[in-house]
């Protein structure tokens, strides 16, 4: 349960500064590569630009990074056993895996305190990796997010 016990923001206004990626479980790879590199018109990330984080299931072929114009990443990450959605499109399901908010790296532990005072459930986290400090966290309706930063 998320309490809060006053009506100021535990993370202020303007702290996140916007989505760093967004995380999507797919069916098939191949598909979903061409819909989002092809029918969409996304540049696929390549090379070097694999975050190094993701680079063996890339390499496998279980991972895909696409760059959105404003520069949002979106990951595709290969489920194979992911239950088809409701054969009826008006009937509501998710294939998101997580929406990642990215902040300045002198503010992440103060994010994650407030997490905590909040009472706000964790996943896992905080993490860190090369490519920076993550925590992963749930909404009031049980979908992940996640809090990241840079490396210092």
């Known amino acids: 349960m998320i309490t809060n016990s006053t009506s100021t923001p535990a993370i202020a206004s303007g702290?996140?500064?916007?989505?760093?990626?967004?995380?999507?479980?797919?069916?098939?790879?191949e598909v979903s590569r061409h819909f989002y590199g092809v029918i969409l018109g996304l540049r696929e990330l390549q090379g070097e630009e694999v975050p190094a984080t993701l680079k063996t299931l890339f390499e496998k072929?279980?991972?895909?990074?696409?760059v959105t114009p404003d520069g949002?990443?979106?990951?595709?990450f290969w489920k194979p056993n992911l239950n088809p959605p409701d054969p009826d499109p008006t009937q509501e399901f998710t294939r998101a895996g997580h929406l990642a908010f990215d902040i300045e790296p002198q503010w992440f532990d103060l994010a994650v305190e407030a997490l905590h005072r909040y009472q706000v459930p964790i996943?896992?986290?905080?993490?860190?990796r090369p490519t920076g400090r993550g925590i992963y966290f749930y909404d009031p309706d049980g979908f992940l997010l996640e809090i990241r930063c840079d490396p210092v």
């Open 15 to 29: 702290m996140l500064r916007r989505v760093h990626h967004i995380a999507l479980h797919v069916n098939n790879m």
């Open 61 to 66: 072929g279980e991972a895909a990074n696409f």
């Open 72 to 76: 949002t990443v979106i990951d595709l």
């Open 123 to 128: 996943d896992h986290g905080p993490v860190s």
